[in-house]
């Protein structure tokens, strides 16, 4: 798919906007949350898109996502 790759910029600038925009809480990590979230949320997404042409490569994607 032609646009994957600014799908995958905005998952990483999600990822790198979250402490910013998410104040750290003293009971819990709301930070780790929501980075848990778009994690999980780009694994489902890439496995129900599958982007590449390979099936390999498309779990090779998911794999190296969750790992991040």
Known sequence: MVYWESVDMVRKLAIAAIPVFISPQPG???????GQAIMVGSAVVGLSVRPYAAPEDNWLLVGSSVGE
């Open 28 to 34: 819990g990590s709301v930070q780790a949350l929501a």
